[in-house]
């Protein structure tokens, strides 16, 4: 069946950088659309980044733009979200999600959880 494992989250003082990683299995990895998505305590999960199956396009929140930079590796099923100048607001858990498009991302990860200090 189809795992989208994510690692990487940690406590991290702000201002300082992260890079998680989501490791797919179970599926034909460059035919995804891989997103990234967060979810702070009482809040509703939001959207951060989605990236084409080619890797070609790329789509930001207005809150990662200039700050967080998604990517992928197609032969390690790998994708990746490296994070810079991190704020006390992006203190969330991190999710991966993979779909056949952006509109349709139906695969989700158990998440990681990121923790920035101020």
């Known amino acids: 069946q189809v795992q989208l494992v994510e690692s990487g989250g940690e406590l991290v003082q702000a201002g300082g950088s992260l890079a998680l990683s989501c490791a797919a299995s179970?599926?034909?990895?460059?035919?995804?659309?891989m997103g990234w998505f967060r979810q702070a305590p009482g809040k509703e999960r939001e959207f951060v980044a989605t990236?084409?199956?080619?890797?070609?396009?790329?789509y930001y929140a207005d809150s990662a733009k200039g700050r967080f930079t998604i990517s992928r590796d197609n032969a390690k099923n790998t994708a990746y979200l490296q994070m810079n100048s991190l704020k006390p607001e992006d203190t969330a858990v991190y999710f991966c999600?993979?779909?056949?498009?952006?509109?349709?991302?139906?695969?989700w990860g158990q998440g990681t959880q990121v923790t920035v200090s101020s």
């Open positions: 999600a993979a779909g056949v498009s952006d509109s349709d991302l139906n695969y």
């Open positions: 990236i084409s199956r080619s890797g070609s396009s790329t």
């Open positions: 179970g599926l034909t990895f460059i035919s995804y659309t």
